[in-house]
């Protein structure tokens, strides 16, 4: 996704805020549509900041976005379930996709940025080597592969 920080003060974030008040009471914040057009930002003053991207260079007449902010008092695990059972009887969506989605039903090996082999191989070997040296030592059933920029 494309973001120009020069049209905004502070850096772009699109996540989710939650805010925990007591020891079950939960707040998320979130977009309600338009997600993926949406931006956060939380300025030095601890301003949290919703709305439209910045790199939008017009809005169209009767455009529409919405925010939720939703609450709950069955702690962090149950309120985000909650919020979420909101988000697919709101968008008549199911879990039924997850039974097909390779990332979540079987383990995988990412090279993204973060992993230890990001920008960093073996002594001595390119990243080709590296990575099936890794299959070779590690003796998991790696289903897929994740390959990141320097491939």
Do not use: C
């Not at 494309?2 to 974030?13: A, G, L």
């Not at 925010?67 to 059972?85: C, P, R, T």
Request: hydrophobic share 30%.
């Amino acid at each position: 996704m494309y973001y120009n920080n020069s049209k905004h003060r502070y850096p772009y974030n699109n996540q989710v805020n939650l805010s925990q008040h007591g020891e079950s009471d939960i707040l998320v914040l979130s977009p309600f549509s338009r997600f993926m057009a949406t931006s956060l930002s939380q300025t030095n003053s601890n301003t949290l900041e919703y709305g439209v991207m910045g790199s939008m260079l017009s809005i169209p007449a009767n455009y529409n976005h919405s925010m939720i902010v939703f609450y709950s008092s069955q702690g962090i695990n149950e309120g985000i379930k909650e919020w979420g059972q909101l988000m697919q009887r709101e968008y008549t969506r199911t879990n039924q996709h997850r039974l097909n989605d390779l990332t979540i039903n079987y383990l995988g090996y990412y090279t993204d940025n973060g992993a230890y082999y990001y920008y960093n191989t073996e002594k001595g070997i390119n990243y080709e080597e590296t990575v099936v040296n890794v299959r070779h030592q590690i003796s998991l059933p790696f289903h897929y592969i994740q390959l990141d920029s320097w491939w």
